[in-house]
């Protein structure tokens, strides 16, 4: 069974930056398509951004909200995903999930696409 543990979350002011790391285990992340989430308080959860496995390709792609500050990479030798995230705003403050998918990725994710879930990791942005 494949499990996701996210880490790097913390408090950060605006303009700062974060990298969240996604360890996979169980399985290659190389055979999934991965995406990463955020839910802030009283928000659905969203899309950020969803890169495809090796075999389907596609992505990366991005929400507009983040594009040109964020980037999504995978290292397959250490199945680990990454997002870098660069000039952090307030509205960027929220849990942060990443998760896993057979199938390609439907824009910066769909969540109802998704099985594997890692539990979250908290992102706060202020000063």
């Known amino acids: 069974q494949l499990q996701l543990v996210e880490s790097g979350g913390g408090l950060v002011q605006p303009g700062g930056s974060l990298r969240l790391s996604c360890a996979a285990s169980g399985f290659g992340l190389d055979y999934y398509a991965i995406a990463w989430f955020r839910q802030a308080p009283g928000k659905e959860r969203e899309g950020v951004s969803c890169i495809g496995s090796s075999s389907t390709g596609g992505g990366p792609n991005y929400a507009d909200s983040v594009k040109g500050r964020f980037t999504i990479s995978r290292d397959n030798a250490k199945n680990t995903i990454y997002l870098q995230m660069n000039s952090l705003k307030p509205e960027d403050t929220a849990v942060y999930y990443c998760?896993?998918?057979?199938?390609?990725?439907?824009?910066?994710?769909?969540?109802?696409?998704?099985?594997?879930w890692g539990q979250g990791t908290q992102v706060t942005v202020s000063s």
């Open positions: 998760a896993a998918t057979h199938y390609y990725c439907s824009g910066s994710g769909d969540p109802a696409d998704f099985g594997s």
